[in-house]
């Protein structure tokens, strides 16, 4: 019975989290857990994620195939599958917020954001003083394959993070515990570097460097 299954009560418990954040505008976002060695559960593609049904999780097959069911799953399944298929995770989590859209859109032309001396880093099991969290920004091609192409790449470890241009971001960790702290980490960054930003701003060209001392003036 897959409705009411350790799998389906911890992706239906992790969708709650983040519907109370409001983080799935306008249907987007999708979440995905291992279902078993063979399968996986993945959210129901273009519904409400605000609300759990049992229409809400599809499982599929490593291959994405629906398993005795009509449910669409989610158009980006592909992104989910290249993680299990690469790493240990077992929960992968992609959202759509304001915060981390602007930050794709800020930082694109580097390919990636970085964040160092931030407490919140530790999260990814950054501990050192010297570490340094980096967040790879690709390309949003519409075509699913191009963009899990652009993606692979970069799924390097059994945690991670990634941010699509213009679209969103992709967390993955071992359990959805896990997938939800570095989720939460990454927008509490995005939302300190934003408001940084904006004060550095305000403060008519006065930049402030990892000591907080002034660096720079217009
Ligand atoms: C309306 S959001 C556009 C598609 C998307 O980016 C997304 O995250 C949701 O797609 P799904 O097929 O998983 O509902
Ligand atoms: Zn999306």
Known sequence: MIIGSQPWNELAAVK???????????????????????????????????????????????????????????????????IFEKTNAGCSLHVHTVNNNVISSVYKAHGNIRFKNQELIKAFGLWEETDELVIPI??????????????????????????????????????????????????????????????NYYNRGVYLNDNNKITAKW
Not at 35 to 53: F, P, R
Not at 147 to 173: S, T
Not at 183 to 193: I, V
């Open 16 to 82: 709650q989290r983040l519907a109370d954040r409001g983080w799935f505008p306008g249907t987007s976002g999708n979440l995905a857990v291992r279902y078993d060695s063979d399968s996986l559960l993945v959210t129901t593609s273009g519904i409400n994620k605000y609300d759990t049904t049992d229409d809400s999780f599809v499982h599929v097959t490593n291959n994405g195939e629906p398993i005795d069911t009509s449910l669409r799953p989610s158009l980006e399944t592909l992104l989910h599958l290249q």
């Open 138 to 199: 690709i390309d949003n091609p519409a075509d699913i394959p191009t963009l899990a192409a652009l993606f692979e790449p970069h799924i390097r470890g059994d945690k991670g993070a990634m941010l699509i241009w213009n679209h969103g971001i992709n967390v993955w960790g071992k359990d959805a515990a896990e997938a939800f702290k570095l989720l939460e980490a990454a927008e509490f960054l995005f939302d300190y570097q934003l408001k940084l930003n904006q004060a």
